[in-house]
């Protein structure tokens, strides 16, 4: 394991990679790597992990019975997912947690984390800290998402999305972490209709697209 790399993601963030290399120990620590579109969590299932993203990136989704899928987030590196999950002992899962990409996962056991460890425990109530912080992180991106979608015209979400990134990346042009079916599937949108009234603010002016890069005009 890459004890550096890992001392400096959030969850891990003011110990030294000794600390990490200590932690990880008592942590029950595992990693696993993801081919593209390969599932990591299913629907229903019960975890008593959470996974830590140490390479590539993950997807959020919300698949109902008739196959129409919503994607709720996009974890990428040195952010965590099934934190929630993994804290209510015997819940089910109710999102699907797909690679975006091929993915390393690091997968720690949230009970290790949550009870004082002997070896470990000058660390514990930093390594709680932290995890507070990116869950509450986590809420506030689902809570971004129910904002974009709350717009009843394909343009409106739009509008609210981009407005977001340009806001978030302090520039008026910018990259977004998806492509044109996953933007969809993230609006709550059909890709197609999406896709036309992307042709139709870029016909008035109103952005430049190209795939995942956009421009907002003045």
Not at 104 to 124: D, M, P, Q, W, Y
Not at 200 to 210: H, N, P, T, Y
Request: aromatic share 8%; glycine share 6%.
């Amino acid at each position: 394991m890459d004890f550096v790399q890992i001392s400096k993601t959030v969850l891990f963030q003011g110990t030294r990679p000794e600390d990490a290399e200590a932690m990880l120990k008592c942590l029950e620590a595992r990693e696993k790597q993801f081919q593209k579109d390969e599932t990591i969590y299913y629907v229903g299932d019960r975890v008593s992990e959470l996974g830590l993203v140490l390479s590539g990136s993950v997807l959020i989704e919300n698949d109902d019975l008739w196959g129409n899928r919503s994607i709720l987030d996009r974890i990428g590196p040195g952010q965590i997912f099934a934190e929630t999950y993994a804290c209510v002992p015997g819940e089910k899962l109710l999102v699907t947690v797909t690679a975006a990409e091929k993915t390393e996962v690091l997968f720690l056991n949230v009970g290790k984390i949550l009870r004082v460890c002997t070896n470990a425990c000058s660390f514990h109530a930093r390594l709680i800290r932290n995890l507070l912080t990116l869950s509450a992180r986590k809420n506030l991106n689902l809570s971004r998402r129910i904002f974009h979608t709350s717009a009843k015209s394909i343009r409106g979400r739009l509008l609210s999305y981009l407005s977001w990134q340009a806001v978030k990346q302090g520039s008026r042009e910018f990259d977004i972490p998806f492509n044109r079916q996953q933007l969809a599937d993230y609006l709550g949108v059909d890709r197609s209709a999406m896709s036309a009234e992307l042709g139709k603010m870029k016909r008035e002016g109103l952005i430049q697209v190209d795939r995942s890069h956009f421009r907002m005009e003045e």
